[in-house]
């Protein structure tokens, strides 16, 4: 376990940008608008509802450093469940888990995966680094491809383990844009490609929530018999607005994760 919050986050940022170069580039260019610190609205991470790694267990990382659980969600479609932390310090980036239910796939599927994850290390999710430690195991092109017919998240776990699979802007925090559509049209305007499904923009004032995110950047990845060139991570950006209370909103919006989780899709 890491003791320290800012440099576990540190360490999956280094983790995440050195397969997702948009992420860095999209960095420089909003705080260099900014001049401000980027601040994370939250970071996410995927894993497999098979006991040595589920959700708790990466859960357990960030509940030693101080973190609680606050949401939990359900994906019924893609067959994920997730919950999300939050820390008493909020300039502390909010968590969000997600974990495939495995038993709800085909034998096929579900014997891959859990040859990946019975060649994993029984105490590896206890180890300091386990949060990016990457893949455990190898699996073919085939396999991968099997994996992606059925889930594109159990494509995208088999390629690159565990990890953050993205880090989150908070557009709230931003001293040079007031609103999402104007942090989306500077990054359209340079180049970057957007996530469209559901809408360049997730939700919005109504939910509380409005989100947005880059497609994941594509890279090549070496499987056990071939390379292929595959999506890695992506960047999202969030605006959040008070609730009736009067209170920032906190948690996530099902619909809206719904379609945010397709920022790593392969298939067209
Ligand atoms: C998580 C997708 C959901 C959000 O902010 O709603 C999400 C993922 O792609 O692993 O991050
Ligand atoms: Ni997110």
Known sequence: MHTNIDTLFANLWQNYISITPSAEKVHELLSSNSGDEIINDHVAFRTFNIEKV????????????GYEEKGSYNFEAKKLAAKHFEHADTSKPKVFISELLVEEFSDEVQTIIHKMVDSIADD??????????????????????TLLAASEYAAWMSAWGFRANHF???????????????VNQKLKDAGFVLNTSGGEIKGGEEVHLAQSSTMADKVEVQFKDVKKVIPSCFYEFAQRFNTPSGELY????????????ESTNAKG
Not at 54 to 62: E, P, R, S, V
């Open 168 to 182: 989150t802007v908070s557009v709230n925090h931003m001293e040079h844009f007031q609103v999402l559509a104007d």
């Open 54 to 65: 589920n959700l708790d267990k990466l859960a357990a990382h960030f509940l030693a450093l």
């Open 124 to 145: 590896a999710a206890q180890h300091r680094d386990f949060l990016y430690s990457g893949t455990h195991w190898e699996v073919t092109s085939d396999e991968y491809e």
């Open 250 to 261: 906190q948690g996530f919006v099902a619909a809206s994760a719904d379609k945010i989780f």
